[in-house]
Structures are given as C-alpha cells and as structure tokens.
C-alpha cells in the first residue's frame, strides 16, 4: 500500500519560507517521478513542480519559479519542498504526489497516488 505523508505546513508572514516533506512508502521510490500540487480555497488544484525519478530534471511552474526549490533523497525515499519569499497568494493546502516513470521525466500529470496535504498560509 502506497503511502505519501506531508509535513512541514504553518502560518508564516509574507516574505517568509517555509520546509514542506513528504515522506513515501510501499513503493519503489526510485522508479516514481515526484510532485507537489497546491488548491487554494474555491480554485482547483494545480501544479507546483516536479522533479525526475533520479532527481536530475525539474520543472516549477512560472508562479514559484526562482522562490521554490524541489529536491529529493532517494535513500531515504523522501522529497522537500523549500519555499522562500512567500506571497499570500501561496495560501494552499500543499499535496505531494507519485507517478511510476519508465523515463527520466518530469511530468505535471496522470499522479498515481497522493498523500493527504498540508496547510501553508501565508499572512500579508
């Protein structure tokens, strides 16, 4: 059974940062490109980054990019999310999520398995 448990969510003032993990089991970590996904308050959930299965290649969406920073420990089957220069405009529950990958990719779509998410607020 595959398991994706965040942590690392908090209220913090805008301009601030912020860890986010997410811890994996069940699966064969290597062999899964890894994900975070964010849904704001009366929006629909959208894509955050992703990084490769060998964690060579990422790719942040055009709203994070140069504040976000994705990374992941294949050793110890985890992946971070370091978020610097919050805006308010970050408010979001935070989901981490797993595709099995045949190739080296960084996809923003067709997420297998997602873990329960955590809240990020970020006050003006």
């Known amino acids: 059974q595959v398991q994706l448990v965040e942590s690392g969510g908090g209220l913090v003032q805008a301009g601030g940062s912020l860890r986010l993990s997410c811890a994996a089991s069940?699966?064969?970590?290597?062999?899964?490109?890894m994900a975070w996904f964010r849904q704001a308050p009366g929006k629909e959930r959208e894509f955050v980054v992703a990084?490769?299965?060998?964690?060579?290649?990422?790719d942040y969406a055009e709203s994070v990019k140069g504040r976000f920073t994705i990374s992941r420990d294949n050793a110890k089957n985890t992946v971070a999310l370091q978020m610097n220069t919050l805006k308010p405009e970050d408010t979001a529950v935070y989901y981490c999520a797993a595709r099995r990958a045949i190739v080296d990719s960084t996809p923003r779509a067709g997420y297998e398995h997602w873990g329960q998410g955590t809240q990020v607020t970020v006050s003006s």
């Open positions: 990084v490769s299965r060998s964690g060579g290649w990422t």
């Open positions: 069940g699966l064969t970590f290597s062999g899964y490109a």
